[in-house]
Antibody, heavy 120, light 107 residues
């Protein structure tokens, strides 16, 4: 059974930094692309960032230069480092397993989400 | 980027009825890169359909997707009580985008 377990969500002040982690199990982590998708309260889903199985990274324009995605295949773990956080980054962040290794961001499995609140 | 417009915003139906949800794109979705997700309150989304018409693993055959270019449809042939939820479409050409969702509520 595929499981994705996010951790690290918290309240942080504008301009601050935060790191999220996602522990994956139930599949061969190293062979799949992974992404972070967020959902602000009452808003549509928004893809944030993705990383291919071989480590290529992709970012939405809204987070480019502020967020860094990475993966540790030896520990089956996905990360996102978020800096210069803004109020509009407030959302539940979902770790997702994509359906392939690269290039087709279809989100086949989702974690339960980690809440990030940016507020003073 | 491609804007996806879902209609109706809310659909009120009874168990056993047929549901038809629409997703219209602002420009043609190449390679029919269109997916549908279901989200229940307090839960993560679940992938239902990708490639416009391919069911994801474990999805019952009462769910079907159709369409091409700018017009796509998710059909639920006979509604079960557990089908009442919010449904999102997503096009996954670059940059990938989601629609605002259709809420399917029980009448």
């Amino acid at each position: 059974e595929v499981q994705l377990l996010e951790s690290g969500g918290a309240m942080v002040q504008p301009g601050g930094s935060l790191s999220l982690s996602c522990a994956a199990s139930g599949f061969t982590f190293s062979t799949y692309a992974m992404s972070w998708v967020r959902q602000a309260p009452g808003k549509r889903l928004e893809w944030v960032s993705g990383i291919s199985s071989d480590g290529r990274t992709y970012y939405a324009d809204s987070v480019k230069g502020r967020f860094t995605i990475s993966r540790d295949n030896s520990k089956n773990t996905l990360f996102v480092q978020m800096s210069s956080l803004r109020a509009e980054d407030t959302a539940t962040y979902y770790c997702t397993k994509e359906i392939g290794a690269i290039g087709t961001p279809v989100f086949e499995y989702w974690g339960q989400g980690s809440l990030v609140t940016v507020s003073s | 980027e491609i804007v996806l417009t879902q209609s109706p915003g809310t659909l009120s139906l009874s168990p056993g009825e047929r549901a038809t949800l629409s997703c219209r794109a602002s420009e043609s979705v190449s390679r029919n890169y269109l997916a549908w997700y279901q989200q229940k309150p307090g839960q993560a989304p679940r992938l239902l359909i990708y490639g416009a018409s391919s069911r994801a693993t474990g999805i019952p055959d009462r769910f079907s997707g159709s369409g091409s270019a700018t017009d796509f449809t998710l059909t639920i042939s006979r509604l079960e009580p557990e089908d009442f939820a919010v449904y999102y479409c997503q096009q996954y050409n670059t940059p990938n985008t989601f629609g605002l969702g259709t809420k399917l509520e029980m009448k």
